[in-house]
């Protein structure tokens, strides 16, 4: 089922977004401590990942998805307090995927925005602190339930003794259902809440067998070279259609604050 207003140019619009987030971010806001960010090496502690690197990750696009910068979303209507605005700034990471567009098998849409650069070759024991804020509709709720939810995802490196040629997999964190609908969530925990599973079955973590954040961590370390990361990104699909926004994203002392004109990066904790 394809949502009504869909257009041609989606594409287009993702683009724009990677590029507004690349082009006008050349520097990285200073942190807390007034140090520079965006040094290009995150080091596994959000130290100096920097804000110009986020984008659409296009190799992980199926369909004509919009993962998209934009202002808002405010409200839904007769919502007032906190819950009516994004968590940080005044803009969110728009996100729209279909459940029924593309002629491969299944035929749903698949979207990732998220970093390639500034995570690579981190430790993925070293990945503590996760997760996002959240605008859920009662339309999601309806098109697949639930847990119907935008995820985290981490492609990385399995680096495991028992399977030397396996050089990819992806970590996926899959959210409880959002406490609330039609309004911006409180933070959802990724280190405590819902369920990650790793893509290429490598370990006893699977989508079938649902582990913790930490029992997918341990089920990496089989005492050989450390798992490490490939990209970072907040992405959804390929299932159910889903229409809302994500903003807040924590990577260990550091939130991705997604803005219209791009990605700004905070120190936390």
């Not at 040094?39 to 100096?48: E, K, S, T």
């Not at 995820?151 to 964190?173: C, G, H, Q």
């Amino acid at each position: 089922m394809r949502f009504a207003k869909r257009r041609g140019g989606t594409l287009v619009a993702a683009a724009v977004a990677a590029i507004a987030a690349a082009t006008l971010l050349g520097a990285a806001p200073a942190s807390a401590d007034g140090s520079p960010n965006g040094n290009g090496n995150g080091n596994g502690n959000g130290n100096g990942a920097g804000a110009d690197h986020w984008g659409v990750i296009t190799r992980n696009t199926i369909g004509s998805p919009v993962a998209q910068l934009r202002n808002g979303p405010f409200g839904s209507f007769g919502v007032t307090g906190p819950a009516a605005r994004p968590p940080y700034g005044t803009g969110s990471l728009g996100i729209e995927v279909a459940d029924n567009s593309t002629t491969l098998n299944p035929p749903s849409e698949k979207v990732d925005f998220g970093n390639e650069v500034d995570f690579f070759g981190d430790r993925v024991r070293d990945l503590r602190n996760l997760g996002f804020h959240v605008f859920q509709t009662g339309e999601n709720v309806t098109y697949g339930g639930p847990e119907n939810m935008p995820n985290i995802r981490f492609e990385i490196d399995p680096n495991l003794s028992a399977l030397p040629a396996d050089n990819y997999s992806t970590m996926v964190w899959v959210p409880d259902a959002a406490p609330v609908t039609n309004r911006w969530s409180p933070f959802l925990d990724a280190t405590t809440t819902g369920y990650w599973y790793l893509t290429g079955n490598e370990t006893t973590c699977t989508q079938a067998a649902r582990c913790t954040f930490a029992e997918l961590k341990a089920s990496l370390d089989d005492g050989g070279e450390e798992a490490t990361v490939l990209t970072a990104a907040v992405g959804k699909g390929r299932d159910h259609m889903w229409i809302g926004a994500v903003d807040g994203l924590r990577i260990n002392n550091r939130v991705y604050d997604f803005e219209e004109d791009g990605v700004r990066e905070r120190r936390v904790g």
